[in-house]
């Protein structure tokens, strides 16, 4: 028996960060939502009991260091699951790009799973089993757009934000989020994006206002260590993308575009900058 699953990536429209905490991550405040760019998970039952990976991309592990290696194995282990599984991943969503790739690989293993050994996994369950691969796993599990709190695993679903392009564009560098959070001072940080004026955009339905209130507290450190990213924006901007924001901890960026005129436009300018340009819609 196969099961496919999608794992489409997200974009934050805003990114809080308000303190550090004692169990050293950050406390964090984000509107998340997700864009139709996604990896494509084929799972296949195996006679003997072992998890193999595959993948056309030659640029991700296939071993215990693949997230959707480590939801197999923490589903097998916590379920006491003998049989083993076989995981095809057919990647479209650039690495180490802020767009939660790795993580929403993960969560589609975990539901895809779930329906391969018909387990009956509730999601609240599957959510908590994400959590402890990753903070923005959770929110992979089940998608749409939603405030996440805590480290990202406390979610709140909301409706979807007015329907329109975007435009992806990641530059040739990877960033490591550890890097970027470790740099970031939360005591020290001037603009806290309003995640309630987002909220309001979204609940009007004023793509506008949406445009206007995104904001990303992690910018300001990756945008001054990868000096590529800043041009990238600015360039985004230039050639007339509505709202500009970089997701995640970078580095790539995206842009919000109302008008399909448009959208050619910033795809081609941007195509001159850097290869990994896609053009997409919002998942609503």
Same mark, same amino acid.
């Given at each position: ?57 030659? *640029? ?23 049989? +083993? ?15 939660? +790739? ?41 998608? +749409? ?42 005591? +020290? ?77 910033? *795809? ?17």
């Amino acid at each position: 028996m196969k099961v496919f699953e999608k794992a489409p990536a997200k974009i934050n429209l805003s990114l809080d960060v308000l303190r550090k905490r004692e169990d050293g991550y950050h406390e964090v405040e984000m509107v998340m939502t997700m864009v139709d760019l996604a990896d494509r998970i084929e799972m296949q039952e195996l006679p003997r009991d072992t998890i193999i990976i595959s993948s056309q991309a030659g *640029y991700i592990p296939l071993d215990e260091k693949n997230l959707a290696f480590q939801a197999a194995r923490l589903i097998k282990d916590r379920y006491d699951v003998k049989q +083993g599984v076989y995981i095809h991943l057919d990647k479209k969503i650039p690495v180490a790009a802020g767009l939660a +790739g790795g993580s929403s690989d993960a969560a589609a293993t975990l539901r895809g799973l779930n329906r391969l050994w018909k387990l009956g996994i509730p999601v609240e369950e599957l959510q908590r089993l994400g959590a402890e691969l990753g903070s923005d796993v959770p929110f992979c599990v089940t998608g +749409g757009t939603a405030i996440a709190t805590g480290r990202g695993e406390k979610l709140e679903a909301i409706e979807a934000p007015p329907q329109c392009w975007v435009i992806l564009a990641k530059p040739p560098i990877n960033v490591s989020t550890s890097e970027i959070y470790g740099k970031l001072r939360a005591a +020290g940080i001037q603009h806290h994006p309003s995640t309630s004026a987002i909220v309001e955009a979204i609940r009007q339905k004023r793509f506008d206002w949406l445009c206007d209130r995104l904001g990303n507290v992690l910018e300001e450190v990756t945008l001054e260590l990868y000096p590529e990213v800043r041009q990238l924006k600015e360039c985004m901007v230039r050639l007339g993308a509505d709202g500009v924001l970089m997701s995640g901890s970078g580095p790539t960026v995206f842009g919000l575009v109302s008008k399909e005129a448009k959208v050619a436009r910033i *795809y081609n300018g941007l195509r001159g900058f850097c290869k990994d340009v896609y053009a997409v819609r919002l998942l609503t």
